[in-house]
């Protein structure tokens, strides 16, 4: 008996690149061994033998990652985000305050009332969190999107937690 599959066969484009291993490896903060690279190679073998669609998507996932990387390591997030209010102490602008013309406090001339020549305001974002912790949160959601793709890499991200904990480090990215 003959079993034919409709799935499309690895030629039709669904077929890893040369740069997706180490992609692999540094999406999931694993190590730069042999044994880690020949678990990463046979995961990607069996994913593309099992369910070569799932290439194309493990593909994107990795095309993702790599934007945030890019992202987080180009910087100045910090500055899309939204200011909700906004804070400033000093002198009013055009007074004889900001002249230097007055006393700055009190207690020097009674003929100043300095406290109406300052003004004070105050900056507060409307996120609490970060650009860049968002970034980050998405980056980890996709890694465990890829780990469902290619769940022989499991013990190797269970193995890698566990050494950082044991050195008290934790992965870093990398460019």
């Given at each position: 008996?003959?079993?034919?599959?409709?799935?499309?066969?690895?030629?039709?484009?669904?077929?890893?690149?040369?740069?997706d291993?180490?992609?692999?490896?540094?999406?999931l903060?694993?190590?730069?061994?042999?044994?880690?690279?020949?678990?990463?190679?046979?995961?990607?073998?069996?994913?593309?033998?099992?369910?070569?669609?799932?290439?194309?998507?493990?593909?994107?996932?990795?095309?993702?990652?790599a934007?945030i990387?890019?992202?987080?390591?180009?910087?100045?997030?910090?500055?899309?985000?939204?200011?909700?209010?906004?804070?400033?102490?000093?002198?009013?602008?055009?007074s004889?305050?900001?002249?230097?013309?007055?006393?700055?406090?009190?207690?020097?001339?009674?003929?100043?009332?300095?406290?109406?020549?300052?003004?004070?305001?105050?900056?507060?974002?409307?996120?609490?969190?970060?650009?860049?912790?968002?970034?980050?949160?998405?980056?980890?959601?996709?890694?465990?999107?890829?780990?469902?793709?290619?769940?022989?890499?499991?013990?190797?991200?269970?193995?890698?937690?566990?050494?950082?904990?044991?050195?008290?480090?934790?992965?870093?990215?990398?460019?």
């Open positions: 008996m003959t079993i034919s599959s409709n799935a499309p066969s690895p030629s039709s484009g669904a077929t890893w690149q040369q740069q291993q180490e992609a692999i490896r540094q999406c903060a694993l190590p730069a061994t042999v044994p880690c690279l020949d678990a990463i190679g046979r995961a990607m073998a069996d994913l593309l033998r099992q369910h070569p669609a799932g290439v194309l998507s493990a593909r994107a996932l990795l095309d993702a990652v934007l990387d890019q992202q987080l390591l180009a910087g100045g997030c910090e500055q899309e985000q939204p200011i909700q209010k906004r804070s400033h102490s000093g002198p009013i602008a055009g004889v305050a900001a002249a230097g013309d007055a006393p700055l406090q009190k207690a020097d001339v009674i003929a100043y009332d300095t406290a109406l020549l300052r003004e004070e305001s105050e900056t507060t974002y409307a996120s609490p969190s970060s650009p860049a912790m968002a970034l980050l949160r998405q980056r980890r959601r996709y890694a465990e999107q890829l780990l469902l793709l290619l769940p022989a890499l499991n013990s190797w991200m269970q193995f890698t937690a566990e050494a950082a904990g044991l050195l008290g480090t934790t992965p870093m990215l990398r460019g």
